[in-house]
């Protein structure tokens, strides 16, 4: 009797969990900072002028690669920030930049290994962030509208494609993966 | 006599340079013809030699110091120890108690070879490179102020690419600066017998000719800077006490004492020769004292205070340098023995550090006791 209701208990549960499956995705470990000071503030311009100069003192193929994934994964967050607090035109400026760094890193890895160096830790790193940056971004996809037209004060409105953008992004990290 | 002393002490130094090359790393690829492994396998007899040696070594150093104070020994005896000292040593293996040395020819590495920050980029991050088979600080970014730093480019480009030559030319480089320290020593005091307690001290003798700690060229620099203040150059002076922190940073606290010398020089203030070079052992010695709190209280930090104290021409501050030295240097006993950081090596290397101070401020105070 019990040998008869194992197999059937071994069914049930295959059933169930076919009917109830979810999909699950692994979560990256690659850890992305705190947020910094946001546009506006005095502290984010001295930030900016922070950025500038610390761009020399990251100098080197692996400095600058550095430097530019330590931007990208900064602006990603201030993106995500913005999105949040519905300041789409910061947000989607911010988001704009956080892609050209991630561009900006590749080359140097490129220049590192023609300069004798062995690059293979810097891949590696740089298919951590476009991973994280890929789930960051999958999950704005879905908090954020699809267009949105920025209207100020004294300018004329402007209209952001904001998925659009954010698939861009995706995009451009998904060529790393 | 004379001569029987000195055959004694270079044949002693040549056995202490042959004693080195028994700690070579086994993952030092470049000397591995010379790899024997000993130190690693017969810990208590390395350890037995390494104690006796260094008693052998304050042995001298009590009868030289002796002898400059009799004047039995005389300024060319001076330079004739000294010479045999330097090249009796400088072609000792260098990481028989610390593997600085590798650090900062990494560090140089990264900074001339690979052209990166070594204050972002650790050796470690250029995946291949033989120096991280044994270098024991590769997962760290530059420890040395920038001035150090640029220094180093100076052995490294010497060196050509070769690890050994690099080596020895950055041995070179700091033997340079001891000889430059002693010079600068001779000149404030003019007198041989304070210049010897400081250069033929075993522990600065080790830590700057074997081990070739970074920390003279602090000194020396420190030291030259106060030399300037007394001859009112305040403005080179200030930039050579700025080049001495940028080699190590620990001279930032000579800084209030720097200060106070010029606004009495300034003022017109007479200060002793002991009284000047009173407040910078002092400060030193503090942060000596202090510098557990940072990390560790290294045996090298030592040379801080060690530079200035000897011009001080005190019993006591001999007797408690001296065997505060020879504490320091056996403070490195435990971990040659049990090969180990864990328990008991912390406990007992507070009480080979402190017994020798202990014991000598004893004999002191029975000495003064009995006069």
């Known amino acids: ?177 | 006599m004379k001569i029987a002393v000195y055959a004694l002490y270079f044949l002693f130094l040549l056995a202490f340079t042959f004693f080195s090359y028994l700690f070579i790393d086994p993952n030092l690829i470049y000397l591995k013809n010379l790899y024997t492994g000993i130190a690693f396998s017969n810990r208590l007899i390395v350890t037995l030699i390494y104690f006796f040696a260094v008693l052998v070594f304050f042995g001298f150093y009590f009868i030289f110091i002796n002898y400059f104070k009799k004047k039995i020994f005389v300024r060319k005896d001076f330079v004739i120890i000294l010479i045999m000292t330097v090249t009796g040593l400088i072609f000792s293996y260098p990481a028989i108690l610390s593997y600085d040395i590798f650090n900062y020819i990494a560090t140089s590495k990264v900074a001339f070879f690979y052209h990166e920050n070594p204050y972002i980029l650790m050796p470690i991050q250029f995946v291949g490179d033989p120096l991280l088979l044994f270098t024991h600080a590769a997962n760290k970014i530059a420890l040395y102020a920038p001035f150090w730093i640029l220094l180093t480019s100076i052995p490294f480009f010497v060196g050509f690419g070769n690890f050994i030559l690099t080596l020895f030319s950055l041995k070179i480089l700091n033997v340079v600066f001891y000889l430059l320290t002693i010079l600068l020593l001779y000149r404030i005091s003019k007198n041989i017998y304070s210049v010897a307690i400081f250069a033929f001290n075993p522990l600065v003798i080790i830590e700057t000719i074997i081990s070739s700690h970074n920390d003279i060229v602090m000194m020396c620099l420190a030291l030259f800077a106060i030399i300037l203040v007394q001859k009112k150059k305040y403005l080179i002076a200030s930039l050579f006490l700025l080049f001495s922190i940028l080699i190590k940073y620990s001279t930032i606290f000579l800084i209030p004492v720097f200060i106070y010398m010029i606004y009495s020089k300034v003022k017109e203030k007479g200060l002793s020769m002991e009284k000047t070079y009173l407040l910078p052992t002092i400060s030193m010695v503090i942060i000596f004292l202090l510098s557990p709190l940072r990390e560790e209280m290294y045996p090298w930090y030592a040379t801080w205070f060690l530079t200035f104290s000897c011009l001080l021409r005190s019993k006591f501050v001999f007797i408690a340098t001296s065997t505060l030295s020879l504490g320091l240097l056996l403070r490195y006993l435990p971990y040659m023995y049990l090969g180990s950081y864990a328990f008991p090596t912390p406990l007992l290397r507070i009480i080979f550090t402190v017994m020798p101070v202990v014991i000598g401020s004893s004999y002191y105070w029975y000495k003064i006791k009995k006069v």
């Open chain 1, 1 to 177: 009797m019990k040998n008869e209701k194992f197999p059937c208990l071994i069914i049930l549960v295959f059933f169930l969990l076919i009917f109830f499956k979810t999909s699950v995705f692994a979560e990256s470990s690659y850890v992305l900072p705190y947020p910094s000071s946001m546009p506006g503030s005095l502290s984010y311009k001295l930030h900016l002028i922070y950025e500038n100069i610390s761009k020399y003192w990251y100098f080197g193929d692996f400095g600058q690669f550095d430097y530019n994934l330590k931007m990208t994964d900064k602006y990603l967050v201030e993106s995500k920030t913005l999105f949040e607090y519905k300041q789409y035109l910061l947000g989607y400026k911010a988001l704009q930049k956080s892609d050209q760094y991630f561009i900006s890193a590749l080359p140097n890895l490129i220049r590192a290994e023609r300069n004798g160096k062995n690059s293979f830790q810097g891949v590696a790193e740089l298919k951590g962030t476009a991973q994280k940056h890929t789930e960051v971004l999958s999950k704005l996809q879905q908090e954020v509208p699809q267009n949105f037209i920025w209207t100020p004060e004294d300018a004329k409105p402007t209209n952001l494609n904001l998925k659009d953008a954010i698939d861009k992004s995706i995009e451009i990290r998904n060529k790393y993966l």
